[in-house]
C-alpha cells in the first residue's frame, strides 16, 4: 500500500508538471504575439512623427487621433491598430516608402494569422495594398498572388473585389495582354455600378479609355473618357474632372479637333496654375505645344520654353527631359542644327543619370522585396519546427504519465494501456504527416526560390537586351547626325574655315560622346548576367587582348556584325576582320559558327 500511495502522489507531480509546461508554452506565444503587436504600434507612431500624414477623409493632421487611441484604457483594439497600419501605410507609400511599408505591411498581416483575424476586412485591404506596391516594383507575380487571394475571401458585392479587378487589369494593361485586361476591367465596372460607386467608376473608365487609346481606338477612348465625365461632379471633384478634361484634349489633338483640344487644354492649365499644380502644367505646356505644331511655330516654341523653365525650376529630371526632347525636335525640324546639338548632348547626359538611377533604385526594391519574402519563409519553417518540438514533447510527457498511471491503478491497466496507445498512434500520425507537410512546404520554398532567382535573372537580362539596344540605337542616330553634319560641311563655302572648324568639332564631339564609357556601361550590365564569362575565356585563351575581350562579349549576346560596329563605331568590314583574326588567333575552323561557341562560356 505505501509503494501504491507513492507512485500515486508521483503521478500527481508529473501531471503538474504537464500543465505547468503547457501553460508556458502558451505564455511563450502569447509573448510572441504581444511583442509583434508592441513593435507595429511603434512604427507607426514613428511613421506619423516622421512624415506629416493626413486623415484621408478629413484632411486634418492625425497626430492628437493617434495620441488619443494610443491612450484607451486597455489599450488600443486590434481592429482600431490595424486601421492606422492601412491609412499610415497608404500615406507613407505616396511618400516613396514602397520598402518600409512593405515589412509593415507583411508584418501585420502574420499578426492577423496569428491572432486568428483572417476574416477581418481591414486584412484584404492590406493584401491589395502591399499588392499595389509589388506592382510598383514590377513585381507582378507577387501582386497577382495577393490579388486572387483577395477574390478568393471578398464578396460579390464588395467594393475591394471591385478594386481588386481594376488592378488585376492594370497588370495585364502593363504586361500588354489588351484583352485579358478589358475582361477584368469590366468586372471591376459592373461591380462599381451595383454599389453606385461613381469615384472608383470613373477611375475604371479612364483606365479603359486608356487602354483603347493605347491600341489607337480613339473612337472608344472618347466614349469612356465621357462616361467618366458623366459620373463626376466638378464642384466636389476637381482633381478628377481636370484629368479627364486634359485625357479629352490629347484625344481631340490626336482626331485633328486642335482648336477644341486648344481651348480644354487652357481651361485645364488655369486650374492648374490657381493649384500652382507645377509638374502638372509642365505636361499641359507641352500637350499644348504639340497641337500647334507646325501651323504656329512661334506658339510651340513659346510652350516649349514655358515648360522647361518650369521643369529646370522644379529640378525634376523626368520633366526637364520631356522639354529637353520636344525642345530638341523644334530645332531639329527647323534646322537649328548647332542648337539642336547642344540640347542633344544635354539630354543624353539626363536620360544616361535617369536610367542608371531608375535601374538602381529598381534594382533596391527587388531586393528589399526578396528579403522580406526570405524573412516571411524563414519565420513560417521556424513556426512548424516549434510546433512539431511542441508536439514530440507532449507525446514524451503523455508517455510518461501513463506509465506512472499504470502502476498506480492495476485495475485499470489493460483498458487504460489500450486507451493510451491509440493516443500515442494518433499523436504520431500527426506529426508524420505535419513532418511530411514541412518537407513539401520546404521544397514548394526551394522551388519558389529558384523561380525568384529565375525571374531575376531574366530581368537583368531584359536589362543587358534593353541597354544594348539603347546604345545601337544612340550610336546610330549620333551617327546620323555625324553625317549630316559632313553634309553640311560640304555645302558650306569653302573659305568659311571658321564654320568649317567648328563643325568639325561638333563631329568629334558627338564621337567622343558615343564612345565615351559606352563598353564599359555594357560591361557592368553584361557582368550582372554572365558573371564568369570573362574569367572562363581568359583561362582558355590568356592571349586574348582587350579588345578580343569586348568583341567575344558581343558575339556572345549574338549581335550581329553591323550591330556590333554601330556600338564600337567602326566599319562592318573591320568588324569582319577582327571576327576572322580572333578565329586565327584562338584556332577555331572557319566552319564554326562563334555566336554558338561563345555560348558555352
Known sequence: MAKVGFHVWYGFVVAFSLLCNWGGYAHAADNQLEALRKDLQERVGRLIEQDSVFDFRTGRKVDSLWKADVARPGGMPDTVLLEWIYRVGYSSVEKGRHVQITRLFSDALEYISQAGLEDREVGQGLKIGLGAIYEEMGLWTRAMNLYFE???????????????????????????????????????????????????????????????????????????????????????????????LQNLAVVYNRQGKKEIARNFMHEVIRYQESKSRNYDLIHSWLSLARSFGEEKPDSTLYYIELAKEKADLLQNPAAQILSLQALYDWNKAHEHYRTACTILEKLVDMQDSLAQLDNRMRIESIEAANAIEQDNQN???????????????????????????????????????????????????????????????????????????????????????????????????????????????????????????????????????????????????????????????????????????????????????????????????????????????????????????????
Do not use: W
Open 150 to 244: 483577395v477574390l478568393d475571401f471578398s464578396g460579390s458585392e464588395s467594393r475591394q473585389r471591385g478594386n481588386v479587378f481594376n488592378n488585376i487589369a492594370n497588370v495585364y494593361f502593363k504586361q500588354g495582354y489588351y484583352d485579358r485586361a478589358k475582361a477584368y476591367y469590366d468586372s471591376a465596372v459592373a461591380v462599381y455600378r451595383r454599389l453606385d460607386d461613381k469615384k472608383n467608376l470613373v477611375n475604371a473608365y479612364n483606365n479603359m479609355s486608356a487602354l483603347y487609346y493605347t491600341q489607337d481606338d480613339l473612337e472608344r477612348t472618347s466614349y469612356f473618357l465621357s462616361q467618366a465625365m458623366a459620373q463626376i461632379d466638378p464642384a466636389e471633384d476637381p482633381d478628377s474632372y481636370y484629368v479627364l
Open 379 to 601: 519565420k513560417d519553417i521556424a513556426l512548424q519546427k516549434m510546433q512539431i518540438e511542441k508536439l514530440q514533447t507532449q507525446k514524451r510527457e503523455l508517455g510518461l504519465v501513463v506509465v506512472l498511471v499504470v502502476f498506480v491503478v492495476v485495475i485499470f491497466v489493460l483498458f487504460y494501456h489500450y486507451r493510451s496507445q491509440k493516443k500515442l498512434r494518433k499523436k504520431n500520425e500527426e506529426i508524420s504527416r505535419q513532418q511530411k507537410d514541412l518537407h513539401e512546404r520546404e521544397k514548394r520554398m526551394m522551388d519558389l526560390r529558384e523561380k525568384e532567382l529565375e525571374d531575376t535573372l531574366e530581368l537583368k537580362n531584359r536589362e543587358l537586351t534593353a541597354k544594348v539596344l539603347h546604345l545601337v540605337k544612340n550610336n546610330e542616330y549620333i551617327s546620323d547626325i555625324t553625317r549630316e553634319l559632313q553634309k553640311l560641311l560640304l555645302e558650306l563655302n569653302p573659305k568659311d574655315t571658321a564654320k568649317k572648324a567648328h563643325i568639325r568639332e561638333i563631329i568629334v564631339k558627338l564621337r567622343n560622346q558615343g564612345n565615351e564609357g559606352t563598353y564599359e556601361e555594357f560591361k557592368y550590365y553584361f557582368e550582372q548576367v554572365h558573371q564568369s564569362f570573362y574569367k572562363n575565356l581568359s583561362e582558355a585563351y590568356p592571349e586574348l587582348t582587350y579588345k578580343d575581350m569586348r568583341l567575344c562579349s558581343f558575339l556572345k549576346l549574338g549581335l550581329s556584325s553591323k550591330e556590333i560596329a554601330s556600338i564600337t563605331f567602326t566599319e562592318v568590314r573591320s568588324v569582319e576582320s577582327a571576327r576572322n583574326r580572333l578565329r586565327k588567333k584562338m584556332n577555331l575552323d572557319p566552319d564554326i559558327n562563334l555566336i554558338e561557341f561563345f555560348a558555352k562560356f
